[in-house]
């Protein structure tokens, strides 16, 4: 069936450091894949997106490129800020409204 | 556009007691969904919506879970009896369409005593 895997956590990282959380995925169709961010307190929210293979979803500084040939979709940041401390979800929605959630990156970024 | 709303924010029962709680999506969304978040887990589906017909409620533990969204709008969750094991945070979110992205709620947090 369909799945989403993420890269275990947590991570912890100085301020301005570089950031890589990666992603990969299983589908039997063709789906849009994304990245949801959950702050503490908060609901999940959407971060970026990708509808189809080759795209790259940016915002805020994050990007992450739909990758079909190695089914992922890696979150990247050039300098990270204490500001983007939360949680990660990578997603994939398919057809008929589903969605599949990976369990989430912790990210902690240090003064 | 206002945003998804749910609640309460927090409730703590004891096991073998009922509890309710209550999402409003956005306005025009058809779509609502009822996911289980765990500690240290991504959001799992409980059941599906389609304006006020069921879509998916395979993993919904219909033994003691159910769910309803009277006029196509808002939707109930509710569990009786607890379980210690529901102690987690519920989310509703809602789209306007299949591959949009999800809107979610803040969520309610349950602990189960």
């Known amino acids: 069936g369909d799945s989403v895997t993420q890269m275990e956590g947590p991570v912890t990282l100085s301020e301005e450091a570089f950031l890589t959380i990666n992603c990969t995925y299983t589908a039997t169709g063709y789906p849009s894949l994304f990245w949801y961010v959950q702050y503490p307190g908060e609901g999940l929210q959407l971060l970026l997106k990708?509808?189809?293979?080759?795209d790259k979803g940016s915002n805020k500084g994050f990007e992450a490129t739909y990758r079909k040939e190695t089914t992922s979709f890696h979150l990247e940041k050039g300098s990270v800020q204490v500001s983007d401390s939360a949680v990660y979800f990578c997603a994939q929605h398919t057809n008929a409204g589903k969605s599949t959630f990976g369990d989430g990156t912790t990210l902690t970024v240090k003064p | 556009e206002a945003g998804v709303a749910q609640s309460p924010r927090y409730k703590i029962i004891e096991k073998r007691q009922s509890v309710a709680f209550w999402c409003n999506p956005i306005?025009?969304?058809?779509?609502l969904y009822w996911y289980q978040q765990i500690l240290g887990q991504g959001p799992k589906l409980l059941i599906q919506?389609?304006?006020?017909?069921?879509?998916?409620d395979s993993q919904l533990p219909k033994d003691r879970f159910s769910a309803e969204r009277l006029k196509g709008v808002d939707s109930t969750l509710k569990i009786q009896p607890a379980k210690l094991e529901d102690s987690a945070v519920y989310l509703c979110a809602s789209r306007d369409r299949d591959y949009s992205p999800l809107h979610f709620g803040n969520g309610t947090r349950l602990t189960v005593t």
């Open positions: 990708a509808t189809k293979a080759d």
């Open positions: 919506f389609q304006n006020n017909g069921v879509v998916d």
């Open positions: 306005s025009g969304h058809a779509t």
